[in-house]
């Protein structure tokens, strides 16, 4: 379950919570009860680090890994010749 993040307009309390995302978003603040919460932005809980999808995917800079350990750049086929 995601934890987010309230803030009171009227006594400016901040707190966070623990929901489902079907819960309803909460209203009413724990310390003045009044109807004035909103709910901040705030980054997420996690990073993407290491190897994987977003490291061969996503990040830019440069050529993309060759995940098939090949030296052919071209995507095309590597060709074998054999010796009769």
């Avoid at 379950?1 to 819960?23: N, T």
């Avoid at 680090?49 to 060759?66: A, C, H, I, L, P």
Wanted: charged share 25%; proline share 5%; hydrophobic share 30%.
């Amino acid at each position: 379950m995601p934890i987010y993040e309230y803030v009171c307009r009227a006594c400016e309390h901040e707190f966070e919570a623990l929901q489902k995302m079907s819960d309803p978003v909460l209203t009413d603040c724990p310390e003045c009860k009044a109807v004035e919460l909103a709910k901040k932005v705030s980054a997420a809980g996690f990073r993407l680090k290491g190897g994987g999808w977003y490291e061969t995917d996503f990040k830019s800079g440069g050529k993309k890994k060759n995940l098939a350990g090949d030296s052919a750049s071209s995507g095309a086929a590597p060709t074998s010749s054999s010796s009769d």
